[in-house]
């Protein structure tokens, strides 16, 4: 008798083994590829992903690989300024004791360079006050050689604007950007005429803008950079990476004397405006109240008894002036000019400045406790006595 049993107890076997072998490896790629219908879920990383570059983004001439292009459309109008000075030597008294009216103290020539921006076919060019105040002569040069005498048309020592005049033939201009849209960590540069080494350029980026209470100007609102500025760039251009003139370069903060990263320049908002009061009338009228203004700190906070009071106090007051006939007195404080908020002495100043002559200005006073208003009629502001400093 032949018994067939065990055979069939074997296969039996083999069939569950390879069922849960099969089980096991159905269940694994399960677990490998949805955790999730286990309960569990993966974690996942979110990375930020620059966007593409474009292929013309990185072309030579444009972007952040060659900036020739801007260079080669507004450095032709950019010029080298030269400016001659009669230095009279100061007197002394014991040879003024000694030789009486017989001593004439000695001249001297004495010589100094800046940069300018030609604006217009017309031959006008834009410059610093200081690089031309006082000189005798003014000669410019042209980057392609020629050279002519200029003929001074007028100046601005409160904003350091001064606007000259050329009689050539064809000059080479540049363009504005007036659209105020330059924002900090844009790309700018300099092109100037440094320690006289000849035309010179210098990239950076704007740092800050609308620096004020620098103690350069009475008008400031800079833009700050930290392209390159040395002695010679005053006067000369800022400009954007398409090649366009956003400020004309003015001052530096240096202990050295040299460039030290920050440098700044008058936007053209505030140059074309003086310029064109120059070349209309040869002098900038700018409101005035005859006011000495001064910002509240907590110390005068506390001593004039203020709590949570935004203004300018008015520290003193010019007889006769503006400001004295619409009623106003020292220890006034000034909470609004014409509806905006007096928060700062140099803002205040500025919209003062901006009103023309004649106009009314209405005031928001705060005196002794009580609030009330006034008119003021703006009168014109008188010529600067004060010299600038920390030129370039």
């Known amino acids: 008798m032949v018994f067939f049993y065990p055979m069939k107890k074997a296969n039996l076997y083999l069939f569950l083994f390879k069922a849960v ?27 930020k992903q620059s966007p593409t570059l474009h292929t013309e983004s990185t072309q030579f001439g444009s972007g952040p690989v060659s900036y020739a292009q801007a260079v080669e459309a507004a ?13 009279t030597e100061r007197v002394n008294p014991l040879l003024r004791y000694f030789f009486g009216d017989q001593y004439v103290p000695r001249q001297r020539l004495e010589n100094n360079l800046g940069s300018g ?34 003929k001074l048309v007028g100046t601005d020592p409160e904003s350091d604007i001064a606007v000259l005049k050329i009689d050539l033939d064809t000059v080479p201009t540049i363009t504005f950007n007036l659209a105020n849209s330059m924002r900090v960590g844009d790309v700018v540069l300099a092109i100037g005429n440094p320690f006289g080494v000849g035309q ?15 103690g350069i100007n009475t008008f400031e609102n800079f833009i700050q950079t930290d ?3 040395n002695p010679g760039n005053s006067g000369g251009a800022l400009i954007d990476a398409y090649g366009n003139l956003v400020g004309i370069n003015t001052a530096i903060f240096t202990k050295s004397g040299g460039s030290q990263g920050i440098g700044f320049a008058i936007p053209m908002s505030i140059a074309r405006d003086v310029m064109e009061q120059l070349i209309e009338t040869g002098r900038v009228s700018r409101g005035w109240l005859g006011v ?19 203004g300018v106090i008015i520290a003193g007051i010019q007889r006769s002036g503006p ?22 002495s140099k803002i205040v100043m500025n919209q003062i400045a901006r009103t023309s002559s004649g106009e009314k200005l209405r005031l928001k006073i705060l005196r002794n406790g009580r609030e009330f208003d006034a008119e003021a009629i703006v009168g014109e502001r008188p010529p600067p006595t004060r010299r600038p400093r920390n030129r370039s």
Do not use: C, W
């Not at 159905?26 to 974690?43: I, N, Y």
């Not at 400001?323 to 700062?344: H, K």
């Open 21 to 47: 072998v099969a089980g096991l490896a159905a269940a694994f790629v399960v677990l490998l590829l949805r955790p999730d219908l286990l309960g569990h879920q993966r974690p996942v990383v979110e990375l």
């Open 117 to 150: 921006v030609i604006v217009s076919d017309q031959g006008y060019i834009l410059t610093n006050n200081h690089v031309i105040a006082g000189a005798a002569g003014i000669e410019v040069l042209l980057r392609d050689g020629r050279s002519a005498e200029a």
């Open 323 to 344: 400001a004295a006939q619409a009623g106003l007195r020292p220890g006034d404080i000034i909470l609004s000019v014409n509806g905006e908020p007096a928060s700062d």
């Open 227 to 229: 392209a390159a500025i």
């Open 75 to 87: 450095a032709p109008a950019v010029v080298n300024i030269y400016t001659t000075k009669v230095i």
């Open 200 to 214: 010179t350029v210098t990239m950076g980026i704007i740092s800050a803008t609308g620096r004020d209470h620098m």
């Open 292 to 310: 000495e203004t001064q910002d509240i700190t907590p110390q005068l906070a506390e001593s004039f008894n203020l709590q949570d009071i935004t």
